[in-house]
């Protein structure tokens, strides 16, 4: 069975969010000084027989999706209506609830209050490619991400850019051969990973299809670091869509809901791409209105009435 791109555990300090699978136990370490952007192989690297396998694996997977109606671009204006208190409960849902909890043993899917968690300072993207994906390609979707970005920061009114300039929100789309050995870079750029953490991320399995990790220091709930990956073998739209959610998760909209429709924030891979419902709960999720840390009974009103505002009144 195909589950979703994206899953969240968060907890003070270390926020993760990853597609199907993962492992996330212990409290993470509070960030210093941002390292130094890793440093990109140059050289063009031949696909690997097991790369090759990867890439193939999710060809299938895609053509599956779509071969059932899935994987939809169109936003589900047509068939897919809702209602400001619709948006509201949805809003609640996938910006005020965690989906796992952590353990000893690795994260545990529960649906747990949280806070409202996004982000305080600017985001500055940092896009890095390892040396397996064409130049070509490294093009296409420097451009692609860096109109998404532009796209976000309309949307949501908090300044996002793409910039290597003390970058606090890394995306990496690398192969599987690259990924398995970026433990290090990883490790530097979000310290506060456990070894099974970075585990889960160098040695993700097939089910998981791309993940993002995101750090707010301890006690506190604005994230002010973040770390995604993305597998290079995707073919076009999967990846693209692994963008949209990865990225738009990884401001704050970390849970998935079973009644979020049209939604990407959902388990059953209807929709691909960032939907009008999804646009307005990122802008809900930025309004001044509402404060980072927020508890659901404090937001509860808020929410609804921002609600009311962006969709007019109950059908």
């Not at 907890?11 to 492992?23: F, H, K």
């Not at 300039?165 to 490790?187: C, K, Q």
């Not at 530097?188 to 990790?213: K, N, W």
């Not at 924030?265 to 939907?275: C, P």
């Amino acid at each position: 069975m195909i589950a979703s791109h994206l899953r969240l555990f968060r907890a003070t300090g270390l926020i993760v969010l990853m597609a199907l699978a993962g492992c996330v136990t212990p409290p993470p370490a509070p960030v210093s000084a941002p390292p130094p952007p890793p440093q990109e192989e140059q050289q063009p690297k031949p696909q690997t027989a097991e790369s090759k396998r990867v890439q193939a694996y999710y060809a299938q997977i895609q053509d599956s999706l779509l071969s059932r109606g899935l994987m939809r671009t169109d936003g589900g204006s047509q068939d897919a209506p809702f209602t400001d208190t619709m948006l509201a409960e949805n809003f609640i849902r996938v910006a005020l609830f965690d989906e796992y909890t952590r353990s000893a043993l690795g994260p545990v899917q529960r649906a747990t209050p949280s806070v409202l968690r996004r982000w305080e300072e600017p985001v500055r993207v940092s896009l890095h490619f390892g040396a397996s994906v064409p130049k070509e390609r490294q093009a296409t979707d420097r451009a692609m991400i860096g109109s998404f970005l532009k796209r976000l920061q309309r949307i949501s009114g908090h300044p996002i850019l793409m910039t290597d300039e003390s970058p606090n929100f890394f995306i990496f789309v690398v192969d599987e051969d690259e990924r398995r050995a970026m433990g290090p870079t990883f490790s530097s750029i979000l310290p506060g990973l456990s070894s099974a953490e970075l585990r889960g991320v160098t040695d993700m399995p097939l089910s998981t299809y791309c993940l993002v990790y995101a750090m707010s220091p301890n006690g506190q709930a604005a994230y002010t670091r973040a770390l995604a990956v993305i597998r290079a073998e995707h073919p076009d739209l999967m990846e693209l869509s692994c963008i949209h959610e990865e990225v738009t998760q990884g401001l704050g909209l970390a849970n998935d809901s079973p009644d979020a429709r049209p939604s990407i924030f959902n388990d059953d891979e209807e929709f691909a791409l960032l939907t009008p419902q999804d646009e307005l709960m990122l802008k809900m999720l930025y309004d001044p209105r509402l404060r980072t840390g927020m508890t659901e009974a404090e937001a509860r009103p808020i929410v609804y009435s921002l609600a009311t505002e962006l969709v007019g009144g109950n059908s």
